[in-house]
């Protein structure tokens, strides 16, 4: 009769045993010093030896020449174990649960061993007990006969109740490591002749997740496949998707193609393969993008076929770590929505969409992937080579020099300070708050002159550019329709009120202290012999702009004027009245003003 690899190959001493070093290390040396328990309690995960060790166990408790630790095999008393003795009795509590059962073992438990020392009882899957049936077992397992011990065995200790633990010496045994599973099976392999692939080992002792009968019964099914145990051969068996078309759906995933990826799915659901299977593949295949993107020895820790890793490497490379995780997070959610749907396919679309297309979802990851993506792009744009910005900003002043030469060539050194101005007209459409200030300040400073309003002699052609700051009726005649052939400005300094105007406007521009803009967007400007005086209505606002500080940054300013004699001042402090009159004469020396 045909026996499976992990009925034929089970381990029948405890060096055979696949790790477990700490439960094997604590039994031996128990046997060794004839210090052993009453009570055992083997709890781990499925496969991974409670079994195999607790049957080893009592053999060789009963063993006449133990072998370091583990029974010989050749004596009479191991013999009659193995061909099946009353001395070793094994219950399965998952079918024998009821409180009738574990009477019946309470009464045959008074009897003595017939061929060994003692009677070992093994309870498998022992959480299964009903607890009426744990209260049957309590007192006995309590203080059971000397030539009685019980071995439990149980996935899933916390179903015990607290009397059961109390009275029980607890083994954990730990899952198997993959490169444990491997070396076990390529000795199996090796053991009944079977030509087989290391990458084909790799994939069935990571399909085993830890556990060794598990591996083995996946192994079972993959070398019936073939003559030759192939990576294609095992991942056919274990129904996944095909490789090259789980990494074209990831690439798409993780690139932000929701449409492609879409595509993708469709392509791989209509070859017949399960949702739940092609999620998990998904899982695993960002598992091994996590390790190819951290990891250093990434390809001898995956043990993939060089050129799957060359393909899973190609895809980690161009993607970043947080995208990844946001990915796994969503697909490890779906996984566990999938036992609750009855919809599959609707299910897998929809994370699949949300992770290929972070800006429909407005949570913290799908915000930081949509980030990542702009820090992308904003780092692509930096490695370009940047364009000229001079062309378009030497091309505004360029109106300046053309219309110098009108007049007077010999009358135009002045004209420097005024080309700024020329830039004037776009800044005051982005800032029509201070522009507002800026002309009425200059009416409240003219009072005594306010009614009349002084007339410019007409020339053949009046300068635009001087009247711009002039807050006082003469702003009319420097909107009339005669720009073409205005004449240049008068030779001469800045006005005040120009002077100011300008200050603030590179105040604006280079300053990025708000407050500083804020105090000096409401002086008022004069000039006494060549220093510019800035009138405040506060004595608070005079007082901090003549802060040491705030001095500094308005002379970096001015000095870009030209300007290097400047005050500020408490107005109602002392202020001398301002003559308009005699300040627009000042200005416009070139022009006679008749006052009417």
Known sequence: MHLSLYRKFRPDTFDKMVRQENVVRILKNQLKTGSVGHAYLFAGPRGTGKTSVARIF???????????????????????LNEGSLDVTEIDAASNNGVGEMRDLREKVQYPPVSGKYKVYIVDEVHMLTDSAFNALLK?????????IFILATTEPQKLPATILSRCMRLDFKLIPEADLEAHLMRILDEIGKPYEREAVAAIARAGAGSDRDMLSIAEMCIAYGDKLTYEGVTAVLGAADFKDTCALAEKLLSGDGGGALEAVERIVAEGKSVGVLIKDLLELMSRLTVAKTCKNAEALLSLPHEMFVAVKEIADKTDGRTLLRATEILARTETDLRLTTSPRILL???????????????????????????????????????????????????????????????????????????????????????????????????????????????PAPAP????PVSQPSVPAAKQPAPAASPA??????????????????????????????????????YEGDTLVLLSEGETVAKMLSREDHRASMAEIFSMLGITKFEVRY??????????????????????????
């Not at 006995?140 to 009685?148: D, Q, S, V, W, Y």
């Not at 550019?465 to 711009?468: F, G, L, S, V």
């Not at 590179?506 to 000096?520: I, Q, T």
């Not at 107005?571 to 003003?593: C, N, W």
Request: hydrophobic share 35%; net charge negative; with cysteine.
């Open 571 to 596: 107005k109602k402090a002392g202020a001398k009245p301002i003559d308009g009159i005699a300040q627009l004469k000042r200005d416009f020396h070139d022009y006679p003003i008749d006052i009417k």
């Open 140 to 148: 006995t397992l309590e203080e059971p006969p000397a030539h009685a």
């Open 489 to 526: 400005p008068p030779e001469g300094p800045l006005s005040a009120e120009m002077a100011y105007g300008k200050f603030m406007r590179l105040l604006r521009k280079n300053s990025r202290n708000g407050v500083l803009f804020a105090m000096c967007s409401d002086l008022e400007a004069v």
């Open 465 to 468: 550019k001087p009247a711009e």
């Open 58 to 80: 009592a053999r060789a408790v009963n063993c006449e020449h133990p072998q370091d630790g583990s029974p010989c095999g050749t004596c009479p008393t191991c013999r009659a």
């Open 349 to 459: 679309e929809s994370a699949v969409l949300r992770v290929g297309q972070p800006e429909l979802e407005y949570d913290l990851e799908a915000l930081m992937a949509r980030m990542a993506a702009l820090e992308e792009e904003v780092k692509a744009l930096r490695s370009r080579p940047a364009p000229v910005p001079s062309a378009p900003a030497a091309s505004a002043p360029a109106p300046v020099p053309a219309e110098k030469p009108a007049e007077k060539p010999a009358e135009k050194p002045e004209k420097a300070p005024v080309a700024p101005s020329e830039e004037e007209p776009p800044l005051l459409m982005e800032e029509p708050v201070f522009e507002e200030a800026y002309f009425s300040e200059p009416a409240a400073s003219s009072a005594p002159p306010a009614s009349p309003a002084p007339k410019l002699a007409e020339k």
